[in-house]
């Protein structure tokens, strides 16, 4: 006899919601098994004590699961356990490596659960990688670790110390005596370079170029990546950048590459950049967009690149929202 687990969540109290989670958790296991519905024995759920509007094993009845036992049980109600969720066992007469299913969010991104989630977003400037991470670190109550911030802060360094940016040494030599440091302050990243927050000046235009060119330089990357990778490993996170999914993380649990047409991710940073006070010409700032895609997806180590298990996203006809929904469906239907 074997074993398959699995829950689901709910996002209220209510018998077709019920009904609506117990088909799809049944269904998506029977599935992910090849399963048939007369090779199950009996089928035990538990639900949490929130949930009142109707037994999980009726619901798995009226879906068609008729031949096996069902039992429905309540849960205890557990301080910080995850709320609204189903979960089951399903005992099975049939030789099987078991593949559990967990949905809409039951595993992994429940904050009582220490399971470690990395989550990469690469893509080219300003197809909306940053507020897209931003707004999936806030829901899933995880760390949101913008990369290009550390290539821009190096960038900034090395200006400052008057270094030539193209020529590796020069920005070696400017960036021996770095002090760069991440902090968090309500969720909020703050960029600091030899102990000054820098947050703010590194999204200047002048910048952002800088930037792409020093991160040509592998030494540059080699570090900064270390980092990156340091950061990743203590806790669960968001992380936007180029590499991340390719080279940085390429375990990472979920990998997306957002794109955007030139014209609409000129017209996001555009506008970004006039709501901050700068004057910046329009076709200019495309042209710079452009160059500097083009700088990032040519050059030798961790090129910007589409990783080829990440999902693919075109955001230039989509609201951050969309995005953001997107991305958590596409999750949600793999844990
Ligand atoms: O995401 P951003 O615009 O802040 O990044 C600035 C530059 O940093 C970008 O043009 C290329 C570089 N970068 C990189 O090479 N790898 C990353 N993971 C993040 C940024």
């Given at each position: 006899m074997i074993v398959i687990r699995g829950a689901t969540t709910i996002p209220k109290d209510d018998k077709e919601e019920i009904r609506k989670a117990v088909a799809e958790l049944l269904g998506q296991i029977a599935n992910k098994n090849t399963l048939l519905k007369d090779e199950i024995v009996s089928i035990v759920f538990s639900s949490t004590s929130d949930i009142h509007s109707y037994y999980p094993a009726k619901a798995a009845r009226e879906a068609g699961y008729e031949g096996c036992a069902l039992f429905s049980s309540q849960e205890p109600d557990i301080e910080g356990g995850l709320p609204l969720c189903i979960r089951v066992m399903i005992f099975v007469e049939k030789n099987l490596d078991p593949r559990h299913v967990y949905l809409r969010g039951a595993k992994g991104l429940r904050k009582d659960v220490a399971q470690k989630i990395n989550i990469a977003i690469d893509g080219p400037a300003g197809s909306g990688k940053s507020t897209v991470a931003k707004a999936i670190a806030r829901d899933y109550k995880i760390l949101y670790l913008d990369t290009g911030a550390m290539y821009r802060a190096c960038a900034l360094k090395a200006l400052e110390e008057g270094a030539d940016i193209d020529d590796e040494r020069q920005v070696v030599d400017a960036l021996r005596d770095l002090k760069l440091d991440i902090e968090y302050e309500d969720g909020v990243q703050h960029t600091l370079l030899d102990g000054a927050d820098v947050s703010e000046t590194i999204r200047e235009p002048r910048v952002s170029m800088a930037a792409s060119t020093v991160s040509k330089h592998a030494s540059v990357r080699m570090r900064m990546a270390e980092k990156q990778r340091e950061i990743a490993s203590k806790m669960s996170c968001v992380l936007d950048g180029r590499d991340i999914g390719t080279f940085v993380l390429p375990d990472a649990d979920f990998k997306f590459f957002l794109t955007a047409s030139p014209e609409v991710r000129a017209k996001r940073r555009y506008d970004e950049l006039t709501a901050k006070g700068y004057s910046v010409d329009f076709a200019e700032l495309k042209e710079e967009i452009v160059k500097r895609d083009e700088q990032d997806a040519n050059r030798?180590?961790?090129?910007?690149k589409q990783a080829e298990d990440a999902v693919l996203v075109d955001t230039s006809e989509m609201t951050v929202e969309e995005v953001v929904a997107e991305l958590k469906k596409r999750m949600q239907e793999r844990i």
């Open positions: 030798a180590l961790a090129p910007l």
